[in-house]
């Protein structure tokens, strides 16, 4: 099998070709560059993880090609981004850049030369009735089906998650054993194409500042002030610059440049049960066409736990009842739904 595997020269990958070459595969790899080098704010260092993957092909004996996407992921990725923001909605760059950079331009491109593509994803396939399907991952902590919940059939079907069915753990325990050169470097913490760019930093390049009131929303008394409403998401706790707290953002009024905060955790207007989903996204297939309503698990945000509710059409999307409140819904993130007797992946829809 001709295997093309994603290289970012962290530890997941790593033990990635460690694992096909000990399956007898000799797989070609790619680190995709999306940085960008003429830009002190932007520029996200790629020196030393093309060093990390120059040294696990050389170790190896596996190719190793860089593949520049640094325009495409601008173009595409950031500009969504952008826009989301803009609007007062919470953008996940994170699930974008899977779905056209590293599985759509990258496959266009390079990858459909290949068999198969493999990545550090922490997720599983699972084949049922000639069709294949995304499903958790062993780790659940580590899961990231929810990053990739807005790929197609096609993607899922030629994709290999070899770290899918490892503890974190077991993965660091391979690396070490191996002696592999990044065993003990740090899991990346920053999102997608940003690396340590600092968020707020980027923002203010693209939106700058605009001053505007941070108001109580029970008493509408004016708390303090904020540099821009896009700096701010539903559910944020830091980052307010207030005392007395904890505050939260509970909602924006984004043509007046308003913030409006609670405080404490309890208080009942951080909290909803339901949410709207437009332009729904099934991975695989329709499992629901013939049903009114239907029983899942979700997400709302990246976190180890699901939450069980249920789902219904409706004329302009899906509309989801959880069996628990829920805290901080943020319109424009993604609502990631999962089979409940399952541990498949249906898909996603943004938060409406």
């Keep these: 099998m001709n295997i093309a595997a994603l290289l970012s020269g962290g530890v997941d990958s790593s033990v990635v070709v460690h694992l096909l070459k000990e399956s007898g595969y000799t797989p070609t790899l790619f680190y995709i ?27 190896y004996g596996c190719k190793l090609e860089i593949v520049d996407l640094h325009q495409d992921y601008w173009d595409n990725v950031v500009a969504y981004t952008i826009e989301k923001v803009k609007l007062g909605l919470t953008p996940n760059p994170d699930v974008m ?5 590293k599985f759509g331009v990258f496959e266009q491109r390079v ?19 000639g069709k294949t399907y995304l499903s958790t991952a062993k ?29 974190k753990n077991e993965v660091r325990d391979i690396a070490l054993r191996a002696n ?3 065993a003990k470097r740090q899991d990346s913490q920053g999102i997608c194409f940003l690396g340590k760019v600092n968020y707020n930093d980027f923002i203010r390049r693209y939106l700058g500042e605009k001053e505007g009131p941070i108001v109580e929303l029970e008493t509408g008394k004016i708390l303090g002030r904020h540099k821009g409403y896009w700096f701010h998401t539903v559910g944020q706790r830091k980052g307010l610059g207030l005392s007395g707290g904890p505050w939260y953002v509970i909602k924006k009024d984004v043509p007046g440049n ?21 332009n729904f996204h099934f ?11 239907v029983d899942v698990t979700f997400k709302i945000r990246h976190t180890p736990e699901f939450t069980k509710g249920k789902i219904a059409k409706t004329n302009d999307g899906y509309h ?4 628990h409140k829920l805290q901080g819904i943020a319109p424009g993130q993604f609502g990631v739904i999962y089979d409940a007797q399952s541990n498949i992946c249906i898909g996603s829809g943004e938060i409406a």
């Design 258 to 278: 308003i913030v409006y905060a609670s405080k404490g955790f309890d208080v009942e207007a951080q909290y909803g049960n339901e949410f709207s989903m437009k």
């Design 180 to 182: 592999l050169p990044s």
């Design 97 to 101: 850049c899977n779905k056209l950079i």
């Design 111 to 129: 990858g459909k030369g290949f068999d198969k593509t493999a990545t550090g994803h922490y997720a599983t396939t699972t084949e049922r009735n």
């Design 320 to 323: 989801l009842i959880s069996e």
């Design 139 to 167: 780790d659940p902590v580590k899961d990231q089906t929810d990053f990739l919940a807005q790929i197609n059939s096609i993607q899922v079907s030629k994709l290999m998650f070899p770290v899918g069915s490892l503890m």
């Design 33 to 59: 560059k999306i940085g960008m080098d003429d830009d002190e704010l932007l520029h996200c260092s790629s020196e030393e993880d093309i060093e990390m993957a120059s040294l696990i092909a050389k170790r």
């Design 283 to 293: 991975i695989t297939d329709n499992p629901w066409e013939n049903m009114s309503e």
